[in-house]
């Protein structure tokens, strides 16, 4: 069986892994939680069911912010590009579903740099603007998580948890280490990257000359280094801009939780909800499960234990992923699916095509 076959077969064991691993634990969470506090409390207090909705609703908005932040970034890299709000948006709902099974969410980035590359930008500049997408996240993530820890000092009990959360934010710190490194020294990133493209060669059954190979690499580097470099002199005001969307856009997304909570009846619980999701998506950023899935699950039954009770836990974290995880999970595929005509078939040979 050769590796075009098997793309898809582990495209759909990623699937298959993460829809079981977050019923699974949904599941299990529901089973430690529900008991006869649950069932007195939802038969006796009135069930808020336009606060769902409103969640819903910002979760789409959480997109439409999400493209909008794509959009500036990318029109600002080539002014001969002019990507629309509805092209963006598009482009960030097909990105979802591979989103949504790859760990750390990083199945993503290609097919948005793939979508990008397809509206006019060179696969360099598309990356130089992904890439700005997760330097602006990171930026805007760590410099949340003093506060998140703060209002959780103390009160995060599981060892588990808190060695987790310290890995997560190394990660982090590494990653924006690496990422200036390559920034400042591109012929080395040139050279490291001609080196990783001679050892993959020797499993790919298209053979494109060592010559072309060397080429493409160095002229995408070179535009994602001058990509870069444009973001940080005379792009600031771009990125800048990005970055006040960043940070409308997370704290939006942060807005679903308490919505679910006052259709439950219960306080928002605004600041600690906040510090929850903060948390929570460090952790889901780390290379763990397809997705986070079983992981977010659980991490978020912890720390939402914290200040609702346990007995609505388990309705609350069915609520919470159906519209944070599951809703993308679907409306992705649609849209992968109206784009590639597959929802399995989805490579990265897909953007050397392109170039």
């Known amino acids: 069986m050769n590796l075009k076959e098997n793309k898809p077969k582990t495209m759909k064991l990623s699937i298959i892994i993460s829809l079981v691993l977050s019923i699974a634990i949904i599941i299990l969470i529901l089973y430690l939680t529900i008991d006869t506090n649950t069932l007195t409390y939802l038969s006796t207090h009135q069930i808020r069911y336009e606060f769902f909705f409103a969640a819903i609703v910002v979760n789409i908005i959480y997109w439409i912010l999400w493209g909008v932040r ?6 600002a890299i080539d002014e001969n590009v002019n990507i629309s709000i509805w092209e963006s948006t598009k ?19 290609p097919v948005r740099i793939y979508l990008l590359n397809k509206n006019g930008l060179s696969v360099g500049s598309a990356t130089a603007s992904v890439l700005s997408e997760r330097l602006l996240d990171a930026i805007f993530l760590l ?9 959780f000092r103390g009160r995060i009990e599981i060892g588990v948890l808190r060695i987790g959360l ?9 990653a924006l280490v690496v990422f200036a490194y390559a920034l400042k020294n591109p012929n080395k990133t040139k050279s490291f990257l001609i080196f990783l493209s001679d050892k993959i060669s020797r499993f790919s059954k298209k053979k494109d000359s060592k010559n072309v190979r ?3 690499i160095k002229n995408e580097v070179d535009n994602f280094h001058n990509s870069m470099i444009f973001f940080i002199s005379t792009g ?22 308490p919505l679910i909570l006052m259709g439950l009846g219960l306080k928002p619980f605004i600041i600690e909800s906040t510090a929850a999701q903060v948390l929570l998506i460090i952790i889901v950023m780390m290379p763990t499960t397809p997705g986070g899935a079983g992981v977010t699950e659980g991490s978020a039954a912890v720390l939402y234990s914290v200040f609702i009770s ?16 599951h809703m993308g999970l679907i409306a992705g595929a649609i849209f992968q699916y109206r784009i590639f005509k597959s929802v399995a078939s989805f490579s990265l040979d897909a953007i050397k095509k392109q170039t």
């Open 91 to 109: 482009i960030i709902i097909a990105n979802l579903f591979l989103a949504n099974i790859t760990p750390s969410m990083a199945g993503g980035e």
């Open 143 to 151: 410099l949340c998580v003093p506060f998140a820890f703060l209002i």
């Open 236 to 257: 600031k005001k771009a990125f800048m801009k990005a970055g006040i969307f960043t940070a409308i856009f997370w704290i939006t997304g942060w807005m679903i939780p």
């Open 166 to 174: 310290t890995i997560a934010v190394v990660i982090f710190i590494m």
């Open 70 to 75: 794509l959009r500036i970034l990318s029109n």
């Open 214 to 216: 060397i080429e493409r």
């Open 310 to 325: 346990s007995s609505l836990v388990g309705i609350f974290i069915i609520l919470f992923r159906f519209i944070t995880y």
